[in-house]
Structure formats: structure tokens, C-alpha cells
């Protein structure tokens, strides 16, 4: 990959049309900025950015746009230190936000050059994105980005009856462009072995005070107003009668059983481990679930597995080798559910010199 051109800034002077900052599901793709600069074009692009899904609906990230570029920041007071203490999954998550927002300039026929930034350089800079001439999107291309608003997660059991092959196939096959592998696990067995795991990470984390502690810190009681984090309703984890928290050892039960009844559980597995890899993976899953989510199946994620360092050797035992980042069970909702997004002005940087926090993660 090239290195990042210097900003474009021949349509700097453009009138620009007046920002426009708000939540993002509720964005519509009318109020895009065509005749305004491509700094009004980004910011409005960040909206479908922040729709991407998070860890824990944390959303780790920061955009700092510069006239026609956008650096993308991992937001580290948002990682999860003990649940993903190398910043994987909150880079996952990062990659996931950048693949919608290459999807949504697509869209609005702007050509983008998005470019992984190496660690060493500053290791919270996760990637550049500029826009570069214009693009003529295909009818794929459509469905995805008309996904991005449709995609949630969903908790719940999926209705019965398998994912057809030829969808499966498909998304296998969206993996591999954004350089990572999706393992369909359809059997029983297979999806057994995977679900016995998932259980036992659930109770191991919930042993666990500190990723205990830190769960707690994301999971939302009904009626809290925080746009992050998850809903315990949501998260299927609510006794309704009794208005507590259902306890980690029946939660545990609970999941098994969902990944055994699943049409099919897949893992997405990068070839190395490292934060490009996590990028690519994020960008990969992004792509898999707005696929997925315009052939109206939804996702659900048990990434307890790769959480759990002994877990995750197993599963590489069970799939037969590479990283698996992602595991998630997918089929055809029976009902719908969702989850709130921080407003965008709250993502923003308008001072790039201030992005870069001191860290104390090592
Ligand atoms: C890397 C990654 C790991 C995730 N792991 C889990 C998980 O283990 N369990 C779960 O219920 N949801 C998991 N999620 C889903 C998020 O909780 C979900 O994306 C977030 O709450 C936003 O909701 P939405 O996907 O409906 O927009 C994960 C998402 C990502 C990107």
C-alpha cells in the first residue's frame, strides 16, 4: 500500500454547508453535503462510521478530520482492560467503523484511500482515510450501505431452518477481500464443541472480579439514558420479575444452548495477530455482517472464546489453525433489538494535537 498524499486542498475555499453533528441512526442520507468541502463530506460520513458495531457497544474511537482526510484514533479510555488488555477487540471494532464509512463514501460516489497506520509511529492512530475522486457504486455495494442502518445485534434464538449455502459461500467470500478467513461451522459437533467453550468462558470471566467489575461498568440497567454500553434487556441477562441481573452460571447455560441450536457459528481468523490484523479483521467482520444484514440475517457474538487465552488455542485446535479474532453465531431473527449511539460531537476531534492522550496500558 502507498503512503497517505498530502490533503487535497483545491476545494478548501468551497462554501461549506452548515455541519451537521447529530445521532447517528437517525442521520438521513438526503442531508449529505454534496456541494460542500469534503471536510463537511467527511464529518457527514462519520455518522455511518458510528454505527459500526463495538465490544461491548463501547465505541472506541475518535475521527479527526483534516480538509478531504480523516485519522482514525483509538479511543483508549474506552478499552476493556482485563476482557482485552492488548486493545484487539477494541481494534476489531475500529476496523468495523472504517469499512462503513468506506461503504457510505461509496455510496455518495467519493473515492477513498484508507491506509493502516504502522504502531510504532503512534500507536493510537489506527489508519488515515482520504477521499480521492469519485467511485460509481454497484448494486453490492448499494445493498451494503442500505445494511448499515438495518444491521444490530440479536441476542435471541434465531427462527429455525438452515442459512441457505450459496449465502454462506458469499460471506466466506466477502472475508477474503478484506484480507481475512470466515470458518462456517454448520455441523453439530463442531457446533457443540464451539458452544461447550463459550460456557465455560463465560463462567471463567465471571470469576474473574476484575472483568467482572469492568462488564458491570458496560452493562446499562433498563432505563438507564447513556448512549453506550449495553442494556442488560438487550443482552438478554434481565429478570424482569425480580429486576436483577440474571446470575453468570445461568447466562453460561443460556449461550451454550444458543450456539448448539445456531443455523451456523463462524469464526473469523486472520493468517498473523497483530493490530494490522485486527484492523483488516474489523474491516472483514464489518463487511460479513452488512452482507448479512442485507440478505436480512443478524449476528450474534460469543467472543468469550477468543477472549480466554486457553480457550482460543483450543478453538485453533478445533478450526485447524489461523487467529480467530471474531466468533459469532448468525440466522434469521424472530425478533429485533438494538442498541443507542453517542451523538457525534462527542467523537469528534477538533484539535488533532489533543488526541493523543498520555497512555498507561503499555
Ligand atoms: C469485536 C466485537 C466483539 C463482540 N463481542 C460480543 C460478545 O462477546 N457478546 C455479545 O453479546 N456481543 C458482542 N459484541 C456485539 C456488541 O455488543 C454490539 O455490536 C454493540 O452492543 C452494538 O450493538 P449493535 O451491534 O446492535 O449495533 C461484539 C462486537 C464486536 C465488534
Known amino acids: 500500500m502507498s503512503s497517505p498524499q498530502p490533503p487535497d486542498t483545491s476545494s478548501a475555499s468551497r462554501a461549506s454547508s452548515p455541519p451537521v453533528l447529530g445521532d447517528p441512526h437517525a442521520i438521513p442520507d438526503t442531508a449529505f453535503p454534496a456541494d460542500g468541502t469534503p471536510a463537511d463530506q467527511l464529518q457527514f460520513l462519520l455518522h455511518y462510521a458510528a454505527l459500526a458495531p463495538s465490544v461491548l457497544n463501547t465505541q472506541p474511537w475518535r475521527f479527526a478530520i483534516e480538509r478531504n482526510l ?19 477487540e477494541l481494534t476489531v471494532s475500529c476496523g468495523a467503523a472504517l469499512l462503513n464509512l468506506r461503504v457510505a463514501a461509496r455510496h455518495f460516489h467519493r473515492g477513498t484511500e484508507a491506509h493502516p497506520v504502522p504502531v510504532a509511529d503512534e500507536p493510537d492512530l489506527l489508519a488515515v482515510l482520504m477521499l480521492h475522486g469519485t467511485a460509481a457504486p454497484t448494486e453490492a455495494d448499494e445493498q451494503l450501505f442500505h445494511a448499515i442502518i438495518q444491521r444490530r445485534t440479536n441476542r435471541h434464538p434465531f427462527a429455525e431452518g438452515p442459512v441457505p449455502k450459496k449465502v454462506l459461500d458469499d460471506l466466506e467470500r466477502v472475508a477474503r477481500e478484506e484480507a ?13 464443541a464451539v458452544a461447550r467453550l463459550v460456557e465455560e468462558g463465560i463462567r471463567l470471566q465471571g470469576n474473574d472480579p476484575r472483568i467482572a467489575a469492568e462488564l458491570d461498568a458496560w452493562l446499562r440497567p433498563p432505563g438507564d439514558p447513556r448512549r453506550d454500553g449495553v442494556s442488560d434487556d438487550v443482552q438478554g441477562a434481565w429478570d424482569r420479575r425480580a429486576q436483577v441481573r440474571t446470575p453468570t452460571s445461568s447466562v453460561a447455560v443460556g449461550k451454550r444452548e444458543l450456539v448448539t ?10 493468517d498473523t495477530d497483530g493490530p494490522a490484523d485486527w484492523l483488516a479483521a474489523g474491516q472483514a467482520l464489518g463487511r460479513v455482517l452488512l452482507a448479512s444484514a442485507a440478505r436480512d440475517l443478524q449476528a450474534s457474538y460469543v467472543n468469550q472464546v477468543v477472549e480466554v487465552a ?6 485453533i485446535g478445533l478450526i485447524g489453525g489461523g487467529f480467530p479474532q471474531v466468533v459469532f453465531r448468525v440466522g434469521f431473527p424472530a425478533r429485533h433489538e438494538g442498541t443507542p449511539r453517542r451523538h457525534m460531537q462527542d467523537v469528534l476531534i477538533h484539535d488533532p494535537e489533543a488526541a493523543d492522550p498520555p497512555r498507561d496500558n503499555g
Open 180 to 192: 481475512s478467513r470466515l470458518i462456517v461451522l454448520t455441523g453439530a459437533a463442531e457446533k457443540d
Open 310 to 315: 486457553a480457550l482460543r488455542r483450543e478453538l
Open 261 to 270: 441450536q445456531a443455523p451456523a457459528v463462524l469464526v473469523l481468523t486472520t
Open 70 to 88: 480523516v485519522r482514525l484514533y483509538a479511543d483508549r479510555t474506552r478499552q476493556l482492560r482485563h476482557l482485552d488488555p492488548d486493545g484487539r
